[in-house]
Every structure is written in C-alpha cells, then in structure tokens.
C-alpha cells in the first residue's frame, strides 16, 4: 500500500469570541470576511499543548502506540520558545521512545502541511514505521488590526504510515509552489506581525491555484475528479473563490470548510479541514488539500480514500467538536491571550 | 532567574504521562512515585507505570487566594482526583461549567501550562483535568 494517512486527530480551544463583538468594541464591520467566530485559546493553553492535545486523541481513537512513532514535526508560526523545541515537548507528553526524527517547522500557515510532506518522504523512503506532522497555532494579532477577526487557535495531528490494515487515506501525490513573496511577517522582537493588507490575497491566490494546477497537470486530475476540495482559509470567502477559479463545485469546499465558525487556525487551517473531510469521506473518493503560507508558498496534496476508513475514523467529527463552546466577551480575550501587560 | 530546568526535568514523566508506581505484591497504584509500597515495605514489588487519563472528582475547592505565581489565574478549581486505578492526584480543573464541577463527576486528563516563572524562564507543562459527559 502506498504510504498515507493511518491517524488523524483534532483539537478545537472551548473559548470562542464573536466577530461581532470585535466589530463592538473598534466600530469596525468586518462582514466581507465571512467568519461569525473564532476560537481563543486559554490563557494557559499554547501551540504546544494545543499539538498534544491533537495528537493524544489521535492516539487514543486509532489506538497508535505512541512508542512507534520515529518522526516528530510540529508547524507553527507561534512556537512557544523562540529557541527550544515544541516537537522534543509533544512527544514526550504523547509517550514516544527516544528513537525519533524531530523539527521545528516554520513557514507561516503551511508549516504544518511541509511536515506532512517529510514524513511522506521518510515514509517512501522506509526510514520510520509511524511519522507525526502537526500544524498548531494560537495566532496573535494586534489590537484593531483586520487581522484580529481571524486570528485564531487550533491544531491538527496526522500521522503517517503505509500498513495495509491503518492506512485511510493514500498520499497518492504532492507537490509545492512557492516563490519570495513577503505579504506577511513577524521581526525577531515584534509580538505582532505585520502584513500588506490586499497583497496578500494576490499572494493567495497566485500560490494556492498554480500549486493546484501543478498537482493537475502531474497527476492528471481534473477539477471534477475530486469529491472533496480543502483549501487554507485565511477567511471564510478565499477558499470559496479559489475552488471557483479551478472549476470545482462549491459543495465539495463545504465540509472542510472550518474558518466561519473557528477562524484562522494558520498551521492548522488546511489540516483541520482535511480532518473533517475524512469524517465523511467514503472509500475510493479522491481529496485535493491546498495550503498557504505566506512568504509564499503551497503545498498541494491529492488523497485516496481507502476501505479502512470504513472502520477507522475520529470518534466525534471536527462539526460536532466545535460545538462544544464557551463564548467570551471582548475584556476576557485580551486577558487570555495575554495583549495586557502584568 | 533561578535555574530550575534541571529539577524540573526530572518530574517530566510524572506531570506529562501521570507516571506512578504499581506494587505487584498488593496490586495497589501510587501517584507519585513511591520508592517503597507503603503496604508492603521489603517484600513490595514496584513498577513505574502510564496512571490512566480518567477518574473522578472525590473532593473540590476553589481558590480565591492562590500560591505566588498564580496570582492572574485565581479563582480557579482544585481537585483531588481518583483515577481508575484507585490511585489519587490533585490537580486543576479547567474547561469545566463550575455547575458540573462536583464529587462523582468524571473528568479526563489535559496538557496545559502549568507555570511560567518569567518570560526568560523554562515553561512548566503537566497535567490539568476537565469535566467530561
Ligand atoms: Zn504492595
């Protein structure tokens, strides 16, 4: 069997503020963006426990050994030290052997996808039995920047392996597009980062469709060839307009479709989605992920759904999970994701 | 800033994986650690074990006036904890409708940061727990 998905596990923060209360306290709209709201982590919660959290319940629901488990990458824009790493964390809190492969990763909101691709690769190449790539943020954003309406937390753990009996999913393709494209950033000492407001829907778009049509062109794929469609989502409108442009039926986006009721989950936004997509996702049916990271790049990834996903899915859907909410006012959030000073 | 990390290090098992010790003579479980079986004494036989995810609250308080260093988290929920295996553990409890905090409640195992000393210091991981249906 070719070398896939044989786990996958979600995590979704329980607080959740509206947009419209955002909207309340700068008396700004944000209606174009199409997010309703977003989830906040804790004040004790960071990328770090978010990515165990995505994993352990990976673990527990396709009972994984975390023991076989030989490469660790976890992707963030929002690692918790600047020097230490979150992936040496996540696996001693899931129970690993010390016997395992370990990164960092860091390319905005497609670090989490890169690593897919590198347990792909370690996978093809037999150098491990199980890889964990994880994509986890608690994203920050100033104070009345556009980019505090979706600025948002979450992760997603997708475990690589190619046994016959575990593989739900075939990574039957991926390939990347990328190029030097700075619309978003962060600087060492800044605690917000900075972007170029209508460039980086340019940056998007340019990414996310040439690295879509790349996969088409090297697989020979076409737009109707996929059941379901997972796009970053930087907001709710981006991944609409993307699947419109290469052809593809709007109700094949939808299921994976997060961001109006979770926000910007950056590392985590196209894992999230590709999680809910295998919640539903029958045997034989072809998936196409799309990521973006700005700085710019896109992985893109075509998978094949297996029999086993017939037997082995997540216990509670991504849909049901962001229903566990507790909403939080506009004073609370800034308290818990730390934007006042003690 | 006081150097910390290395004793720290060392508890890395106990408030990551909750590990403890099981006694095969008497079949009883302890959290933390123990280096003898309080049962048992020399004819105890101790084995380092994973103490499971689930238990439920036994007793509960709430805390107004917290340690140094938990000053912006106060008021929080304190709990001890009786895990499927009989073993005992007092912990935080997070994520919780204060309603369904109470005695009998089953709760489960969260990864949570636990302490921060400063923002030069090492961050302290460990277990919380949460109320589940
Ligand atoms: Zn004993």
Sequence with gaps: ?342 | MQNTAPLNWRRFPERYLLRGSYCETCKQAFFPSRAICPNCRRKGKLISIEMPRTGKIISYTRVHVPPEGFKNEAPYYLAIIELENGAKVLSQIVDSDPEKIKIGAKVKKVFRRIAEPDEYGTITYGYKFKVVE
Excluded at chain 1, 99 to 127: R, S
Excluded at chain 1, 148 to 170: C, L, M, R, Y
Excluded at chain 1, 213 to 221: D, I, N, P, Q, R
Aim: proline content about 4%; overall charge neutral; aromatic content about 10%.
């Design chain 1, 1 to 342: 069997m070719e070398a896939g998905i044989v786990a996958y596990g979600v995590y979704i923060p329980k607080l959740r503020i509206k947009v419209s209360e955002i909207e309340r306290v700068w008396e700004k709209s944000a209606s174009g963006l199409g997010v309703i709201e977003k989830a906040v982590a804790a004040s004790d919660e960071d990328a770090c426990t978010l990515a165990v959290q995505a994993a352990r319940v990976a673990c527990e629901d396709f009972c994984i050994d975390p023991k076989r488990i030989n490469a660790v990458y976890v992707g963030s824009e929002s690692h918790p030290y600047a020097v230490n790493p979150t992936a040496s964390i996540v696996a001693e809190a899931l129970g690993t052997s010390n016997k395992y492969f370990a990164v960092d990763m860091e390319f905005a909101c497609k670090a989490g996808t890169a690593g897919l691709q590198v347990c792909y690769a370690l996978k093809k190449a037999k150098m491990i039995d199980i890889g964990l790539a994880i994509g986890s943020d608690t994203a920050q954003s100033k104070p009345n920047d556009p980019l505090e309406f979706t600025a948002a937390s979450g992760a997603a753990a997708f475990f690589i392996g190619d046994s016959k009996e575990e593989v739900i999913a075939e990574i039957e393709h991926t390939c990347s597009y990328t190029s030097d494209m700075p619309d978003f950033w962060r600087r060492p000492k800044a605690e917000f980062p900075e972007h170029t407001g209508r460039f980086t829907g340019e940056a998007y778009f340019k990414h996310v469709i040439s690295a879509a049509k790349m996969l088409m062109e090297e697989t020979g794929y076409k737009a109707s060839d996929f059941s379901y469609a997972v796009f970053h989502q930087p907001n709710g409108k981006f991944p609409l307009k993307a699947a419109k442009i290469l052809g593809i039926d709007l109700e094949r986006v939808k299921q994976g479709l997060l961001c109006p009721y979770i926000g910007n989950t950056y590392s985590a936004s196209t894992l999230i989605g590709l999680a809910s997509v295998l919640d539903v996702a029958k045997p034989n049916e072809k998936v196409l992920a799309v990521s973006y990271g700005s700085g710019a790049g896109s992985d893109a990834f075509v998978l094949n759904i297996t029999d086993n996903i017939l037997h082995r899915r997540a216990k509670v859907k991504v849909w049901d999970k962001i229903k566990e909410k507790q909403y939080i006012d506009y004073a609370l959030y800034v308290k818990h994701r730390r934007k006042i000073k003690l």
